[in-house]
Nanobody, 124 residues
Framework: QVQLVESGGGLVQAGGSLRLSCAAS????????MGWFRQAPGKEREFVAA????????YYSDSVKGRFTIARDNAKNTVYLQMNSLKPEDTAVYYC?????????????????WGKGTLVTVSS
Protein backbone atom coordinates (compact mmCIF):
# COMPACT_ATOMS: atom_id res chain seq x y z
CA GLN A 1 0.00 0.00 0.00
CA VAL A 2 1.41 3.37 -0.98
CA GLN A 3 1.41 6.45 1.24
CA LEU A 4 1.29 9.91 -0.31
CA VAL A 5 2.40 13.23 1.19
CA GLU A 6 1.86 16.52 -0.60
CA SER A 7 3.89 19.68 -0.08
CA GLY A 8 4.50 23.04 -1.71
CA GLY A 9 1.21 24.77 -1.14
CA GLY A 10 0.95 28.32 0.11
CA LEU A 11 -0.23 31.84 -0.60
CA VAL A 12 0.58 33.41 -3.96
CA GLN A 13 -0.63 36.42 -5.89
CA ALA A 14 -2.61 36.05 -9.07
CA GLY A 15 -0.26 35.49 -12.00
CA GLY A 16 2.31 33.79 -9.81
CA SER A 17 3.58 30.23 -9.75
CA LEU A 18 3.85 27.33 -7.33
CA ARG A 19 5.20 23.82 -7.62
CA LEU A 20 3.51 21.08 -5.66
CA SER A 21 5.24 17.83 -4.83
CA CYS A 22 3.83 14.49 -3.81
CA ALA A 23 6.22 12.00 -2.25
CA ALA A 24 5.20 8.35 -2.33
CA SER A 25 6.38 5.58 -0.04
CA UNK A 26 5.47 1.99 0.75
CA UNK A 27 5.03 0.77 -2.79
CA UNK A 28 6.69 0.47 -6.18
CA UNK A 29 6.05 3.97 -7.44
CA UNK A 30 6.48 3.12 -11.11
CA UNK A 31 3.51 0.72 -10.87
CA UNK A 32 1.09 3.55 -10.17
CA UNK A 33 -0.65 6.02 -12.35
CA MET A 34 -0.74 9.36 -10.57
CA GLY A 35 -3.22 12.19 -10.49
CA TRP A 36 -3.82 15.59 -8.95
CA PHE A 37 -7.24 16.71 -7.81
CA ARG A 38 -8.44 19.80 -6.00
CA GLN A 39 -11.34 20.82 -3.83
CA ALA A 40 -12.38 24.40 -3.31
CA PRO A 41 -14.52 25.45 -0.32
CA GLY A 42 -18.12 24.39 -0.82
CA LYS A 43 -17.36 22.54 -4.03
CA GLU A 44 -16.84 18.94 -5.04
CA ARG A 45 -13.40 17.50 -5.63
CA GLU A 46 -12.38 17.93 -9.25
CA PHE A 47 -9.75 16.42 -11.53
CA VAL A 48 -6.73 18.57 -12.37
CA ALA A 49 -4.08 16.42 -14.09
CA ALA A 50 -2.85 12.85 -14.48
CA UNK A 51 0.22 11.02 -15.70
CA UNK A 52 0.81 7.42 -16.71
CA UNK A 53 3.27 5.08 -15.05
CA UNK A 54 6.36 5.01 -17.16
CA UNK A 55 5.39 7.00 -20.20
CA UNK A 56 5.22 10.75 -20.23
CA UNK A 57 1.59 10.69 -21.26
CA UNK A 58 -0.40 13.33 -19.48
CA TYR A 59 -3.93 14.65 -19.33
CA TYR A 60 -5.33 17.92 -18.02
CA SER A 61 -8.65 19.46 -17.21
CA ASP A 62 -9.67 22.26 -19.53
CA SER A 63 -9.46 24.76 -16.67
CA VAL A 64 -5.71 24.25 -16.18
CA LYS A 65 -4.53 23.18 -19.62
CA GLY A 66 -1.66 25.38 -20.79
CA ARG A 67 -0.98 26.68 -17.27
CA PHE A 68 -0.25 23.55 -15.21
CA THR A 69 2.24 20.77 -15.92
CA ILE A 70 2.33 17.35 -14.28
CA ALA A 71 5.57 15.39 -14.20
CA ARG A 72 7.01 12.45 -12.32
CA ASP A 73 10.43 11.25 -11.26
CA ASN A 74 10.22 7.52 -10.67
CA ALA A 75 13.75 7.48 -9.23
CA LYS A 76 12.63 9.91 -6.52
CA ASN A 77 9.15 8.41 -6.06
CA THR A 78 7.69 11.85 -6.58
CA VAL A 79 5.08 13.47 -8.77
CA TYR A 80 4.98 17.21 -9.34
CA LEU A 81 2.44 19.79 -10.37
CA GLN A 82 3.93 23.00 -11.74
CA MET A 83 1.30 25.71 -11.62
CA ASN A 84 1.82 28.92 -13.57
CA SER A 85 -0.36 31.94 -14.24
CA LEU A 86 -2.37 31.18 -11.15
CA LYS A 87 -5.85 32.62 -10.78
CA PRO A 88 -7.98 33.20 -7.67
CA GLU A 89 -10.28 30.42 -8.87
CA ASP A 90 -7.36 27.99 -8.51
CA THR A 91 -7.64 28.39 -4.73
CA ALA A 92 -8.27 24.94 -3.27
CA VAL A 93 -6.82 22.06 -1.34
CA TYR A 94 -4.79 20.01 -3.81
CA TYR A 95 -4.66 16.25 -3.44
CA CYS A 96 -2.32 13.68 -4.91
CA UNK A 97 -3.78 10.29 -5.83
CA UNK A 98 -2.47 6.93 -7.02
CA UNK A 99 -3.71 3.64 -8.43
CA UNK A 100 -1.87 0.65 -9.85
CA UNK A 101 -2.15 0.42 -13.58
CA UNK A 102 -1.69 2.59 -16.61
CA UNK A 103 -5.10 3.95 -17.50
CA UNK A 104 -5.30 7.72 -17.07
CA UNK A 105 -8.27 8.24 -14.77
CA UNK A 106 -10.02 11.56 -14.43
CA UNK A 107 -12.46 10.80 -11.64
CA UNK A 108 -11.90 10.19 -7.95
CA UNK A 109 -13.14 6.64 -8.27
CA UNK A 110 -10.23 5.88 -10.62
CA UNK A 111 -7.78 6.17 -7.69
CA UNK A 112 -7.26 4.05 -4.59
CA UNK A 113 -4.76 6.03 -2.54
CA TRP A 114 -4.87 9.66 -1.50
CA GLY A 115 -2.72 12.15 0.34
CA LYS A 116 -4.09 14.56 2.92
CA GLY A 117 -3.76 17.56 0.67
CA THR A 118 -1.95 20.89 0.57
CA LEU A 119 -3.68 24.26 0.53
CA VAL A 120 -3.11 26.69 -2.33
CA THR A 121 -4.47 30.20 -1.93
CA VAL A 122 -4.31 32.66 -4.81
CA SER A 123 -4.98 36.27 -3.94
CA SER A 124 -6.33 38.79 -6.43
Amino acid sequence: QVQLVESGGGLVQAGGSLRLSCAASGGTFSRYRMGWFRQAPGKEREFVAAIRRNVDSTYYSDSVKGRFTIARDNAKNTVYLQMNSLKPEDTAVYYCAAKPGDYIGTTSSNYDYWGKGTLVTVSS
